[in-house]
């Protein structure tokens, strides 16, 4: 299993912006499709974008589309997402997921297709 540690959060101001980080201990991410999820207070944990083991092939949730990026770093160990005009409902904590896959194209939307998990880094979008 990878071991993922996400950074890069903190508080923000609306519009502001923030790029979160999600790296493998010991391991390449190489043969891993990725994705990153968050939880907002309240709420059950929702999907927010991924990427594919080849990069490839990146997929986003409605609420990212057009203010998030996912993408894979040049490093084979890091996994990154870029938030741009960040609104106060973007505040939760955001979580890395992978799973090792044979199929380099593919990517994952719902959480049980992931096997490893982040502790999650804490984004807070102030108005």
């Known amino acids: 299993q990878a071991q993922l540690v996400e950074s890069g959060g903190g508080l923000v101001q609306a519009g502001g912006s923030l790029r979160l980080s999600c790296a493998a201990s010991?391991?390449?991410?190489?043969?891993?499709?990725m994705g990153w999820f968050r939880r907002q207070p309240g709420k059950e944990r929702q999907f927010v974008a991924a990427i594919s083991a080849n990069g490839g092939t990146t997929f986003y949730a409605e609420a990212a589309k057009g203010r998030f990026t996912i993408a894979r770093g040049d490093t084979k160990n890091t996994v990154y997402l870029q938030m741009i005009s960040l609104m106060p409902e973007d505040t939760a904590t955001y979580y890395c997921?992978?799973?090792?896959?044979?199929?380099?194209?593919?990517?994952?939307?719902?959480?049980?297709?992931?096997?490893?998990w982040g502790q999650g880094t804490q984004v807070t979008v102030s108005s």
């Open positions: 997921a992978g799973v090792r896959t044979f199929f380099r194209s593919s990517y994952y939307t719902t959480e049980d297709k992931y096997t490893d």
């Open positions: 010991a391991r390449s991410l190489d043969n891993y499709a």
